[in-house]
């Protein structure tokens, strides 16, 4: 990883044409210095990137990323500039070399960042010395075969586990351990745990076949694992501390103080602590530090006296305390928030115009001077509406106007009703 002062000094290489970054690179392993060519285009300096190659993957993969070391050789102003110079220097005698990570010619189109294979490789052989893979022409082959190297990839074991027994007893051990416990008397199982039933005696579980349980459930086990027996258990907490009892002393506990319930992950192990206006969780080893500055442990339990509620009058709204609020309900407030401030702001209505605006309080008498009046245009004229029907293709159509509009639909033919309910 760059340190901020290589990151300040790599800016000045950054593209001027994409605003990237485009570079050949060198990565050394510094335990058998091979070594593998890449380019790469990016636009963090420090994004950490160690090749696309196939072995160059495995060899980081099998020794660890802390075993190699990554050179910048240049910077381009564009890609295929960098790919052009990848290209001089991949050329077939540096394949061929044993130390070499790369697999195909530099340039694009070989085994680059995307891990496709391109023309470059097609017919070529698989070939290993053990440690390293390449893949070669075949009139490459003998030379090759000559220096020891073997046709094929490098076959790896897989890491796998088998069950060994010992007494009754079931375990599951990684095979290169097996003749470890082969040694302290263990014999291999080729048993799978297919049919088998977990039991526990609350330290230790094992899984045993259906025709020992009885013989178990006597002996004192129980059915299921031992992360499942906690599941009857009660959380408990009391001055930021939590853990679990069993359910016959939750009495006892509560008469000690102890509350029902559970803290969140992050505030396990710590302790609350309260100076009376606040509560904090804090580390055990800073207790004694904040009882000298006057903090107390426990939790502070706000009572109701300081919470506040909304209310509102006239359009206006605002919060207070919850125990003045008789004091302004008898002054006519009322409970909540009035919809109709729009943020504290009236709405008043123009019959006339028949406009709504919502305009501030110390503009309304104004606006009431001015021929305006409190409220919306969907209250006024929910009482000045009047239903209005008529037949059409046999269906009886209802349609709410306004009072004013009532002589104009009848002498279209429609019949006035006194139904105020909208009907669909």
Sequence with gaps: MLSPKDIEYYEQFR?????????????????????????????????????????????????????????????FETSDEAFNCESELVDENMIKSPNCYNLALGGRGGIGETGKINKHTKGRIHINNGIVEKIIYPHDKQEYLNEGWVMGCICRPQ???????????????????????????????????????????????????????????D???????????????????KDGVAHQINPEDLQQYLDDGWERGNLNQHLKNKICINNGIENKFINPK???????????????????????????????????FKTDLLIFLNDGWKRGTNYKTNGGRIC??????????????????????????????????????????KFIDDKKIYKPIKNTLLQQYLDDGWLATKQHKKLS
């Design 348 to 389: 008043v209505v123009n019959r006339q115009l028949n406009k709504q605006k919502f305009i501030n309080p110390k503009d309304l008498q104004q606006y009431l001077d001015g021929g305006w009046e409190k409220g919306n245009l969907k209250k006024i004229f929910k009482d000045e509406r009047i239903y209005v029907f």
């Design 159 to 217: 890491r796998r586990k088998i069950y060994v027994n010992k007494n009754g007893q079931d375990l599951r051990i990684w095979k290169e351990e097996l003749q470890d416990y082969l040694n302290a008397g263990w014999n291999r199982s080729s048993i799978s745990n297919t049919g088998k039933i977990h039991i526990n005696n609350g330290i230790e579980h094992k899984m045993i076949n259906p025709e020992d349980l009885q013989r178990y459930l």
């Design 286 to 320: 800073d207790l004694q530090q904040y009882l000298d500055c006057g903090w107390e442990r426990g939790v502070y339990k706000r009572k109701n006296d300081i919470k506040q509620i909304w209310i509102n009058k006239d359009g206006e709204t605002k919060k207070i």
């Design 15 to 75: 593209s001027k044409f994409d605003n990237k970054f485009h570079y050949v690179y060198k990565i050394v392993n510094i335990l058998n210095n091979c070594y593998y060519y890449g380019v790469h285009n990016t636009s963090s300096i420090n994004d950490e990137y160690m090749g696309s190659g196939n072995l160059i993957k495995r060899a980081i993969k099998s020794v660890g990323k802390e075993n190699f070391a990554k050179e910048f050789i240049k910077f």
């Design 219 to 237: 002996d004192g086990w129980k059915r299921g694992k031992l992360g499942k027996t906690t599941k009857n258990m009660i959380w408990i907490k």
